[in-house]
């Protein structure tokens, strides 16, 4: 991948990974990191950090307490994720309020954005010259919310040229195994470079790949993509469903399943002094 910036999000954090509880990291723009304050910074948290869970009708306590450590409880915009293609564009905490999706962008600098992942990939757009930022929620079936959440952008004015975008830490081609149909899928509906048949014939899968090329086409420049070469699955430092409860018996409900893995927050905020 020509020009694209690859990263680990261990080794380009910066906060102290031994004692920190989540991760930051900079954006790329034109090549060059955008470590300034005046540039807001990708987050995740780690697996050591508890569960980030969120659902409307549920109260976690651990995340409120983590959020509120940093300060951000007041300025905290959450949304239930339905692994949709679904983006709003907000201007206050209280705009996504009982709304379910897996997008969010904004030009409030006060604002900090939330979703969680865990085995999807998180991605983190900002445009530097119209202020827009934001993270998505992007799965195998929401591939492709990047180029809603760009479209969307444009009622801030934005310019998808402007654009950097991170792609964050998720279950990479090398344990991202899926069958036939939907390997098909990918091949009929996004790139051919982002399925990948094994020597045993197994199907792999690279969501990063899909995405490159998406943001590619859509004239996203080269050199203001990073992608985060960090595998959920294979990470015990990261929350990742197919590694903690997928393999858990099929006597357990898919949503016993989900409350047994550690869900991520992954948000975008600004760090000014």
Known sequence: MK??????????????????????????????????????LCCITLKNAGSMRFRWNEVNENRNRFFKLLNFDS????LELIHSRTVFVVSAVNDTVEKHGDGLITVRRNLVPVITVADCMPIYIYDPVSGCFGVLHSGWRGTGIVLDALF????????VTNFCVV?????QQCCYVVDKERGDYFLENFSPKCVITASDETVHLSLAQANIELLLDAGVPAENIAYAVDCTCCDNRL????????????TLSLSDKIKKFTAMAAFCAFFEK
Do not use: Q
């Open 75 to 78: 300025c905290i915009v959450s």
């Open 239 to 250: 929350g990742s469903f197919r590694r903690e409860a997928a393999w858990l018996p099929d």
């Open 152 to 159: 969307a952008a444009k009622d801030f004015g934005a310019e």
């Open 3 to 40: 020009d694209i910036y690859s990263f680990s999000v261990f080794s380009h954090c910066l906060s102290d990974i031994y004692n920190s509880k989540y991760l930051k990291f900079p954006f790329i723009y034109k090549g060059r990191p955008l470590t300034s304050a005046v540039h807001p």
């Open 167 to 171: 792609l964050g830490p998720h279950i």
